[in-house]
C-alpha cells in the first residue's frame, strides 16, 4: 500500500527544481506538476515561448520543456495554491553560506527553507508528503517536522498530517538532463515506509529498482555532503599534484591516467584544472567543516577545510603565474579570457574560479577581454563590475571598462598580450592558433589552464605555451 500521488509541488524553480520536475513530468504523465517561486522574473522565463530565453541553459532541457509546459508541467508564482494541492512537496531552494551570525561563513542559511516549512504549515491540506531536495545539513529534518508538527497546524485543520523525506539531487550542470535521465542512483531517507514507496514509485517509471537506495532520514542528508565534499577533494589532490608536475617535469595528465587505471581510485574527476567552481562544492564542505566543529570533532573539520583551502590557493596560483610570465606587470596589457562559466555547458557562473582569476588580473591593472558562449554581459558585471577604468594608472588603451565581453568574430585576439583558457567549451579546442598569433603582440602567451588544446599547434605558431600540470613546458618557454 502506498500513498497516491497526483499533484506534485516544487518549491524553487532554479538550476535543481526546473531540470528536475522537467524530467519528471516527461516521465510520469499522470501526475502534474507545479514548479513555484517568488521570482516572477524567473517564472516569466520558464514560460517564454522563445526556448532560448529559458532562465538556465542545459542541453536537452528546451526539449522536454517544450513537451511538457502546460500539459502536465507548469511554472508560476501561485505559491500558496499551488502547496494546497499538492500531494508531495519539494522544498528545493537555495541554501547558500551563512553571511552573519553563529557559523557565519560556514553554516548554511536555512532561512528558504524555514520559510517554505513555515508555507506548507499554512496552505497545506489533508495528508502531504515533504521532500528535501535542497542540500541540507544533516538533522534539518528536525526542524522541518518542528514546524509541521506545531500546535498552530492542528488547531487550523485537524485532519492534517506530513511526513518528510530526504530526496538530494545529485545532478551536475550541464549534463543535468542526462543524469536525472540515467541517475547512479536515487537516495531517498525517511522513516515512513508508505511514504517512502510512494517516491520510490515515481522513480520507478524509469529507474531501475536496484539504484534506488533507501536509508535513514539522516544517512540520506549525510550521504548527500559527503559526495560532494569527495568529488571536490579529488579535484584538490588532482590540483596540488599538477602543481607539483610543473616543477619536476611530470605530466598530470599522465600521471591522471596512470592512476585512475587503478580500479580502487578510478578515472573520473581526476582533470587538473583552475580549481572547483560552481554553487555548491565550497558551501557543501563548509557546511560538513561546521557541522564537525559544532559537534566537538575539530580534526575533521580541519581535514575538509583543507580541500576548499587548496582549490583558494590553485586559483590564486593560476594568476600569480600570469603575472610572473608577462614579466610581473599587467599594468595596461591586454588579455583575452576565454571562458566565464565555472565549467561548460552551463551559464552558471557562481563561484566561477573565472571570477577569482579575472579580479586578480583586473588588480594587477591588466584590461580583459572576455569571451564566453552562454554566460550574458550582465552576469558578469554582476560577477566583476562594470566600469573600473578608473583603477588603471597609465592606462594606454582608450576604453570605457577595464574588461569587457565580446565576441570572437570581434577582432578578439588583436593585440592581445596573452590568452587564458578557463572554461572547457569545446570551440575552444578549435581555434587556428596560427592565425590568432598573427594578430597578438609578441611575444604572445596563452595559458590553458583546462587542457583542451593541442600543445603542439600552439608552439607551432611560435607563441609561448603554458598547460596546467605540464613539467615538460616549464623550461621551453622561460
Ligand atoms: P537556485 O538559486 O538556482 O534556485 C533556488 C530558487 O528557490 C530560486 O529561484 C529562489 O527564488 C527560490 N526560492 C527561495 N525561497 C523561496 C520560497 N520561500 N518560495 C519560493 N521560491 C523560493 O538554487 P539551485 O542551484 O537550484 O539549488 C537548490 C538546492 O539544490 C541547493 O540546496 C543546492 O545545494 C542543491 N543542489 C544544487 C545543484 C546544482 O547543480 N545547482 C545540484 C544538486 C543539489
Ligand atoms: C557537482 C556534483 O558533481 C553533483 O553530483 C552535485 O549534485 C552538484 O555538484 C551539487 O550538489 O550542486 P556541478 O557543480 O554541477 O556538480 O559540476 P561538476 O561537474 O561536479 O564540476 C564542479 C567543478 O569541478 C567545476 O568547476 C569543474 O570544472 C571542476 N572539475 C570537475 C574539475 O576541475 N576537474 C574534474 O575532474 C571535474
Not at 159 to 178: M, Q, V
Not at 355 to 370: P, Q, S, T
Amino acid at each position: 500500500m502506498s500513498y497516491l500521488i497526483k499533484k506534485v509541488c516544487c518549491i524553487g524553480a532554479g538550476y535543481v527544481g526546473g531540470p528536475t520536475m522537467a524530467v519528471f513530468a516527461d516521465k510520469c504523465k499522470y501526475i502534474s506538476f507545479n514548479v513555484v517561486d517568488i521570482d516572477k522574473e524567473k517564472i516569466a522565463a520558464w514560460n517564454n515561448d522563445d526556448l532560448s530565453k529559458l532562465p538556465i541553459f542545459e542541453p536537452g532541457l528546451d526539449k522536454i520543456i517544450k513537451k511538457c509546459r502546460n500539459v502536465n508541467l507548469s511554472f508560476s508564482n501561485a505559491v500558496e495554491e499551488a502547496i494546497s494541492e499538492a500531494d508531495m512537496i519539494f522544498i528545493s531552494v537555495n541554501t547558500p553560506t551563512k553571511t552573519k551570525g553563529q557559523g557565519a561563513g560556514k553554516a548554511s542559511d536555512l532561512r528558504y527553507v524555514e520559510s517554505c516549512a513555515r508555507q506548507i504549515s499554512k496552505y497545506a491540506r489533508g495528508h502531504t508528503i515533504v521532500v528535501e531536495k535542497s542540500t541540507l545539513p544533516v538533522r534539518t529534518g528536525e526542524l522541518i517536522k518542528s514546524i509541521l508538527e506545531s500546535p498552530d497546524v492542528k488547531n487550523r485543520e485537524n485532519s492534517i498530517t506530513f511526513d518528510i523525506l530526504s530526496n538530494p539531487e545529485f545532478l551536475s550542470e550541464g549534463s543535468a538532463i542526462k543524469d536525472l535521465e540515467l541517475p547512479d542512483r536515487v537516495l531517498i531517507g525517511g522513516e515512513n515506509s508508505e511514504a517512502l514507496t510512494a517516491l520510490g514509485d515515481i522513480y520507478r517509471n524509469w529507474v531501475s529498482p536496484d539504484k534506488i537506495i533507501y536509508t535513514n532520514l539522516w544517512s540520506s542528508e549525510l550521504a548527500k555532503l559527503t559526495a560532494n565534499a569527495f568529488l571536490a577533494q579529488r579535484i584538490s589532490s588532482i590540483n596540488s599534484i599538477g602543481a607539483l608536475c610543473e616543477v619536476t617535469g611530470a605530466d598530470i595528465m599522465e600521471v591522471s591516467r596512470a592512476i585512475g587505471t587503478d580500479s580502487r581510485i578510478g578515472a573520473k574527476f581526476l582533470n587538473s584544472g583552475p580549481g572547483f567552481g560552481g554553487s555548491c562544492f565550497k558551501k557543501d564542505i563548509l557546511n560538513l567543516v561546521y557541522l564537525a566543529n559544532y559537534f566537538g570533532l575539530p580534526e575533521v573539520g580541519n581535514f575538509w577545510e583543507a580541500v576548499v583551502e587548496i582549490n583558494t590557493w590553485n586559483q590564486n596560483r593560476l594568476s600569480k603565474l600570469i603575472l610572473d610570465k608577462l614579466f610581473g606587470t599587467l599594468n595596461g596589457k591586454l588579455i583575452g579570457i576565454l571562458g566565464f562559466a565555472f565549467k561548460a555547458n552551463t551559464n552558471d557562473t557562481r563561484e566561477s574560479p573565472a571570477i577569482m582569476i579575472c579580479k586578480n588580473l583586473l588588480e594587477e591593472g591588466a584590461i580583459l577581454r572576455i569571451h564566453d558562449p552562454k554566460v550574458t554581459e550582465k552576469q558578469m558585471i554582476k560577477d566583476l563590475g562594470s566600469n573600473l577604468k578608473e583603477n588603471i594608472p597609465n592606462n594606454d588603451f582608450d576604453k570605457n571598462n577595464q574588461w569587457e565581453k565580446l565576441s570572437l568574430e570581434d577582432d578578439f585576439y588583436k593585440d592581445c598580450d596573452a590568452i587564458v583558457i578557463l572554461t572547457e567549451w569545446d570551440e575552444y579546442s578549435q581555434i587556428n592558433w596560427k592565425e590568432v598569433a598573427n594578430l597578438m603582440k609578441s611575444p604572445g602567451w596563452v595559458f590553458d589552464s583546462r587542457s583542451i588544446v593541442n600543445k603542439q599547434n600552439v608552439l607551432k605558431s611560435g607563441l609561448k605555451f603554458w598547460k596546467v600540470g605540464d613539467g615538460s613546458l616549464s623550461t621551453k618557454n622561460d
